[in-house]
T-cell receptor, first 114, second 116 residues
C-alpha cells in the first residue's frame, strides 16, 4: 500500500482480556518495527522484524507481549491478559532496510485498558 | 551505547519567531540523524535526515538542521514559526551499518507551541 496501515485505530478492552494489533507495512519494506508511546512519554522500542524473523525482541516488556510477521508483510502484536499499564499508543513502522532510510510510521493504535 | 537528549520538553514561540529545538546525541560510530514530527493523533512523519555529506540539511515545511560533530548536536531550526508547526518533535539516531539493522533511538520529544 501507499503507507503503513494499522488497525484498529482505537481499542478499549477490559483488564485481563487479550488484544491483537495489526500492522500492514509498505509493500517491499523488509524491516518492520513496533514502538510504544505512553502518555507524555517518548517512544519505547518493542521489537524489530527483518522478513519474518525477529532478531531483536529486547524491548518486549513481559512475556504477555508477543509478535509475529507472516509472508514478510503483515505483523500482529498480541498482548495477553492486558493490564492498565499497557494503555498506550502502539506505533508500527517499516523501512526498506539499511540504516540511512529512516522509518515510515503508521498512525498507531490507541489502546485503553479499563 | 547510543542516546539522544532533547533539551526542553516544551518550547513556546510566537508566530513568525525563530524556532530552535535542541538535540544532542552520543554515538561511538558516525551517526545517522533524523528529525520526526508528530501531529495530534497521528504517527510520526520524517522531517529531515543527515546521513553523509553536507552537514546542513533541509527538510519539509521550511525546517532545517545542522550536524555539528564537534558539539555532537543536530539542532532543528525554522526561521519563522507558523501556527501549523505546533506539534511534537522527535530527534533520533541510528548506526550507520550498511545493509544492517536500522534501530532508531529516539529522544523524549519536544512539544512546540506557537501562539499568535
Amino acid at each position: 500500500g501507499a503507507g503503513v496501515s494499522q488497525s484498529p485505530s482505537n481499542k478499549v478492552t477490559e483488564k485481563g482480556k487479550d488484544v491483537e494489533l495489526r500492522c500492514d507495512p509498505i509493500s517491499g519494506h523488509t524491516a518492520l518495527y513496533w514502538y510504544r508511546q505512553s502518555l507524555g512519554q517518548g517512544l519505547e522500542f518493542l521489537i524489530y522484524f527483518q522478513g519474518n524473523s525477529a532478531p531483536d525482541k529486547s524491548g518486549l516488556p513481559s512475556d504477555r507481549f508477543s509478535a509475529e510477521r507472516t509472508g514478510g508483510s503483515v505483523s500482529t502484536l498480541t498482548i495477553q491478559r492486558t493490564q492498565q499499564e499497557d494503555s498506550a499508543v502502539y506505533l508500527c513502522a517499516s523501512s526498506p532496510g539499511g540504516a540511512s532510510y529512516g522509518y515510515t510510521f503508521g498512525s498507531g493504535t490507541r489502546l485503553t485498558v479499563v | 551505547a547510543q542516546s539522544v537528549t532533547q533539551l526542553g520538553s516544551h518550547v513556546s514561540v510566537s508566530e513568525g519567531a525563530l524556532v530552535l529545538l535542541r538535540c544532542n546525541y552520543s554515538s561511538s560510530v558516525p551517526p545517522y540523524l533524523f528529525w520526526y514530527v508528530q501531529y495530534p493523533n497521528q504517527g510520526l512523519q520524517l522531517l529531515l535526515k543527515y546521513t553523509t555529506g553536507a552537514t546542513l540539511v533541509k527538510g519539509i515545511n521550511g525546517f532545517e538542521a545542522e550536524f555539528k560533530k564537534s558539539e555532537t548536536s543536530f539542532h532543528l531550526t525554522k526561521p519563522s514559526a507558523h501556527m501549523s508547526d505546533a506539534a511534537e518533535y522527535f530527534c533520533a539516531v541510528s548506526h550507520g551499518f550498511s545493509g544492517g539493522y536500522n534501530k532508531l533511538i529516539f529522544g523524549a520529544g519536544t512539544r512546540l507551541a506557537v501562539h499568535p
